[in-house]
């Protein structure tokens, strides 16, 4: 089973870029299982998916987000990323990155499962000056 | 696609019978998935295609429906089973989590 850990700057200024990485050990990021997918969590409140990567480097982003959004992979790194520009407080949140086996993908490598099995213990970001 | 769980609140003790609803906004079929999620932790994955249960989730826990109404049931509440529940639909783009049902104990 994969493992996730997310990591990135805690403290980002309003107006600039969030940067965060996930690294994934105990298989490739090059897979056709998974989906590398980022989800986020305000203090207090529910989860918001962002967004998604397949090995291929197809994306499927939240619409809310579309516009400010950036997900890339590095298979010589085994790592995904994402980045959030013109970031407000209201980006302020945890951040987790997930491994997101959908439907057609677990299909297609024997798996009749499908979600958001694997989590990474999640990276807090603030937002502020 | 929104999803809406109900209630947002639970108060129960060990050993109770409890209910989550979550309702989606239009025809999902079958896809959807549930977490739970503990203070402090990352969300763990209980059950997909709405009532079948992921490897290694107890057997308390059920899920059923299909369509646009779905619930997730514990039969008999345990001490770890205190926490945040979320339905997610994975039915289209873009993915969508319930607001999220917390399950205190009472």
């Known amino acids: 089973q994969v493992q996730l850990q997310e990591s990135g700057p805690g403290l980002v200024k309003p107006s600039e870029t969030l940067s965060l990485t996930c690294t994934v050990s105990g298989g490739p990021v090059s897979t056709s299982r998974y989906y590398w997918s980022w989800i986020r969590q305000p203090p207090g409140k529910g989860l918001e998916w962002i967004g998604n990567?397949?090995?291929?480097?197809?994306?499927n982003y939240n619409p809310s987000l579309k516009s400010r959004i950036t997900m890339s992979l590095d298979t010589s790194k085994n790592q995904f990323s994402l980045r959030l520009s013109s970031v407000t407080a209201a980006d302020t949140a945890m951040y987790y990155c997930a491994s997101y086996c959908s439907i057609a993908s677990c299909q297609s490598v024997g798996y009749n499962y499908y979600g958001m099995d694997v989590w990474g213990q999640g990276t807090t970001v603030t937002v502020s000056s | 696609i929104q999803m809406t769980q109900s209630p947002s609140s639970l108060s129960a003790s060990v050993g109770d019978r409890v209910t989550i609803t979550c309702r989606a906004s239009?025809?999902?079929?079958?896809?959807l998935a549930w977490y739970q999620q503990k203070p402090g932790k990352a969300p763990n994955f209980l059950i997909y295609a709405a009532s079948t249960l992921q490897s290694g989730v107890p057997s308390r826990f059920s899920g059923s429906g299909s369509g646009t109404d779905f619930t997730l049931t514990i039969s008999s509440l345990q001490p770890e089973d205190f926490a945040t529940y979320y339905c997610q639909q994975l039915n289209s783009y873009p993915i969508t989590f319930g607001q999220g049902t917390r399950l205190e104990i009472k």
């Open positions: 990567i397949y090995y291929s480097g197809s994306t």
């Open positions: 239009q025809g999902i079929s079958s896809y």
